[in-house]
């Protein structure tokens, strides 16, 4: 019913910059939160950073400088620019999205298939 998209990974060098993008389709009546999780080898899954209907965002304390997310709602998209990465930004990176079909009253979280991210040099 929903679908999320993800491009824009790849292979960096340390320094370097990549630009995450995540589409939405499929019978969307409303999006609200829209997010970016990663998940690196050996350690926790976690948020990077989230960006509501109203542009309103939350950051993973570490990132907030590096990884200026931002949210076109015309095009049901969201958009992680990942700047001065290092080897620790290594993952596999998630779109989320708090979606509500048409013809439902409840919202509900969906995923994309992940992109991966590697720096190294």
């Known amino acids: 019913q929903v679908q999320l998209v993800e491009s824009g990974g790849g292979l960096v060098q340390p320094g370097g910059s990549l630009r995450l993008s995540c589409a939405a389709s499929?019978?969307?009546?409303?999006?609200?939160?829209m997010g970016w999780y990663r998940q690196a080898p050996g350690k926790q899954f976690e948020l990077v950073a989230s960006?509501?209907?109203?542009?309103?965002?939350t950051w993973a304390d570490s990132l907030r400088d590096r990884f200026p997310i931002s949210r076109d709602n015309a095009k049901n998209a969201v958009f992680l620019p990942m700047n001065s990465l290092t080897p620790e930004d290594t993952a596999a990176y998630y779109c989320?999205?708090?979606?509500?079909?048409?013809?439902?009253?409840?919202?509900?979280?969906?995923w994309g298939r992940g992109t991966q991210v590697t720096v190294s040099s």
């Open positions: 989320n999205a708090i979606v509500r079909i048409r013809g439902r009253e409840a919202a509900w979280p969906y």
């Open positions: 499929g019978s969307i009546s409303r999006i609200y939160d």
């Open positions: 960006i509501n209907a109203n542009g309103e965002t």
